[in-house]
């Protein structure tokens, strides 16, 4: 199996700071990578997919990139709305996932 | 508008058997994979099966494989997802998730709300 390694486990940011998590996978996936956001209570909603590809309707200030076994996601200015835990999929394999990013207010 | 709801959801004993189901509109069912993805409380995401759009392949998970199995009926745009032998570690929320799988691309790209399992005496 694929594994991915997220970090940081959590954060915590000001309003309009740029936030960056990583996603490291055990072996090469090339851009087989999906970031999802997961609010409290709520499903996962797909952002970013092929590492680097905005979903439709999703703010601008979110972009991934990366390739092989290395991934970042970064949200260029940190909102409100934003506050949320985030996960990396890979699909090189059946799918995995990251142990998710928790990001908080400070 | 894409819709995915889940139910059958509930409380089962160690050992017994639940399925769930997840009834789709919005978009032409029997031209998407989909997914079953779960959440056990307070932890993250893990992908446990999914299925072709005829239902020719089916992938499981290893934690859950000869144990439980995912199924679709395109004429009632429904999936679902039969659970026997559940464990305690079978509790979570599970999610059903249109699978948008094509050449060398696949995302999930819509979820429903979630069932929530909970497997305890």
């Known amino acids: 199996d694929i594994q991915m390694t997220q970090s940081p486990s959590s954060l915590s940011a000001s309003v309009g700071d740029r936030v960056t998590i990583t996603c490291q996978a055990s072996?090469?996936?090339?851009?087989?990578l999906n970031w999802y956001q997961q609010k409290p209570g709520k499903a996962p909603k797909l952002l970013i997919y092929d590492a680097s590809n905005l979903e439709t309707g999703v703010p601008s200030r979110f972009s991934g990139s990366g390739s092989g076994t290395d991934f970042t996601f970064t949200i260029s200015s940190l909102q409100p709305e934003d506050i949320a835990t985030y996960y990396c999929?890979?699909?090189?394999?059946?799918?995995?996932f990251g142990g998710g990013t928790k990001v908080e207010i400070k | 508008e894409v819709q995915l709801v889940e139910s059958g959801g509930g409380l089962v004993q160690p050992g017994g058997s639940l399925r769930l189901s997840c009834a789709a509109s919005g978009f032409t069912f029997s031209s998407y994979w989909m997914s079953w993805v779960r959440q056990a409380p307070g932890k993250g995401l893990e992908w446990v099966a999914n299925i072709k759009q005829d239902g020719s392949e089916k992938y499981y998970v290893d934690s859950v494989k000869g144990r439980f199995t995912i199924s679709r009926d395109n004429a009632k745009n429904s999936l679902y997802l039969q659970m026997n032998s559940l464990r305690a570690e079978d509790t979570a929320v599970y999610y059903c998730a249109r699978d948008l799988t094509q050449y060398s691309s696949s995302r999930l790209d819509y979820w429903g709300q979630g069932t929530l399992v909970t497997v305890s005496s």
């Open positions: 999929q890979q699909y090189d394999n059946l799918p995995t």
């Open positions: 072996q090469d996936i090339s851009n087989y």
